[in-house]
């Protein structure tokens, strides 16, 4: 973790759920600017809801989220995508009936302004830089591309944004592990040549671990620990999962 930078996102307290179910009970963590955090932990720990919960998606019952000092709690994922926040599902979000192009020029709607042509060349110039693939797949619909290029048009949409904050849940899910490895190089990438941090929800422990440098174990809805990765014992950890 790095230490002299600023928190970015702040979540203390937090407490929701689906009606009458508590899934996250008085989760607290933080995330610094240009960091990577891994958020680990068995299926039904709670990862996808506390994601949720940050953008917007899932209402929190008590507890806040502080973005930027700002609190966002419970503010509504459009505004948070104005704020500088991007989620990625686990189902990526495209467009099936428009090209690879046009999903990317589409990202930039949500912004609520007309981007200009030479910034919005730009973006899609970076999204192409980290995936060759989608380059290549320009002028073809989206919903004919393979299930990892899917998800990396997913990610390459909401890097059209140019976030502060990437939240991802499971980019690994139906990818061949080679083009996992691409994922995550390209997640490290962004993470270092634009300054974004990153939430990385995923399953593959010891991948995740090695990219992020914090990371916070949740189980059954609590925060169980958390440690910065340098100075972790990581192959007693991988044991776990």
């Given amino acids: 973790m790095i230490t002299t930078s600023s928190i970015l996102l702040e979540v203390r307290d937090l407490v929701c759920g689906y009606g009458k179910l508590e899934v996250l009970h008085r989760i607290s963590l933080q995330v610094r600017e240009n960091e990577i955090v891994s958020l ?20 929190v019952n008590s507890g806040s989220v502080l973005f930027m000092g700002e609190d966002i709690t419970n503010t509504p994922s459009s505004k948070n995508v104005l704020s500088g926040i991007s989620y990625v599902p686990q189902s990526n979000n495209i467009f099936s009936g428009f090209s690879v192009l046009e999903n990317l020029k589409l990202a930039t709607h949500v912004l609520g302004k007309k981007t200009d042509p030479a910034e919005l060349y730009e973006r899609i110039e970076d999204v192409y830089r980290l995936f060759p693939i989608l380059r290549e797949r320009g002028n073809q619909y989206a919903g004919k591309l393979s299930g990892g290029q899917k998800q990396m048009l997913a990610i390459g ?30 997640i490290v990438e962004v993470n270092k ?48 999962f």
């Avoid at 909401?158 to 080679?178: F, N, Q, T």
């Avoid at 090695?210 to 916070?216: D, E, I, K, L, M």
């Fill in 40 to 59: 680990i932990g068995h299926n039904g720990a709670g990862k996808t809801t506390l994601l949720r919960a940050v953008f917007g998606l899932q209402k």
């Fill in 157 to 186: 949409m909401a890097l059209m944004h140019r976030p502060k904050l990437l939240l991802l849940d499971e980019p690994s899910i139906g990818l061949a592990p080679v083009l996992f490895e691409q994922v995550l190089d390209s």
């Fill in 193 to 240: 040549k634009f300054g974004t941090s990153v939430i990385l929800v995923e399953q593959n422990v010891k991948k995740a671990l090695n990219v992020s440098q914090c990371a916070f174990v949740l189980k059954l809805g609590k925060v169980q620990s958390s440690f910065n990765t340098a100075n972790a014992e990581l192959d007693n950890l991988w044991a776990m």
